[in-house]
């Protein structure tokens, strides 16, 4: 069973740094993308970060500059430094795992972990 794991969130005030983690466990080939989503309360839920097992990387613009994404291949791990936190980055923060192979033919698959709260005080 492949599982994703997040760890970090937690209440932190306006201007502070957190630092969410992702561990994919279970028979992983290999992974193209990973990634953060975050949902607040009422809205839809958005990217806030990718990256490819190469290294590109894809953010959203409010995070650009303030969140930095980074990755361990051969950990199946994906990191999300967020400094000069903001009162709209509130949410559950959610990794994403796209194009996980359980083999080197086989197919492509996508999860998701359960969610960690980042909760940003004014």
């Known amino acids: 069973q492949v599982q994703l794991v997040e760890s970090g969130g937690g209440l932190v005030e306006t201007g502070g740094s957190l630092r969410l983690s992702c561990a994919a466990s279970?028979?992983?080939?290999?992974?193209?993308?990973m990634g953060w989503y975050r949902q607040a309360p009422g809205k839809q839920r958005e990217l806030v970060a990718t990256?490819?097992?190469?290294?590109?990387?894809k953010y959203l613009d409010s995070v650009k500059g303030r969140f930095t994404i980074s990755r361990d291949n051969a950990k199946n791990m994906v990191n999300l430094q967020m400094n000069s936190l903001k009162a709209e980055d509130t949410a559950v923060y959610y990794c994403?795992?796209?194009?996980?192979?359980?083999?080197?033919?086989?197919?492509?698959?996508?999860?998701w972990g359960q969610g960690t709260q980042v909760t940003v005080s004014s």
């Open positions: 994403n795992a796209n194009g996980l192979k359980l083999s080197a033919v086989g197919a492509q698959y996508q999860y």
């Open positions: 279970g028979p992983i080939f290999s992974i193209n993308v």
């Open positions: 990256i490819t097992s190469a290294g590109s990387t």
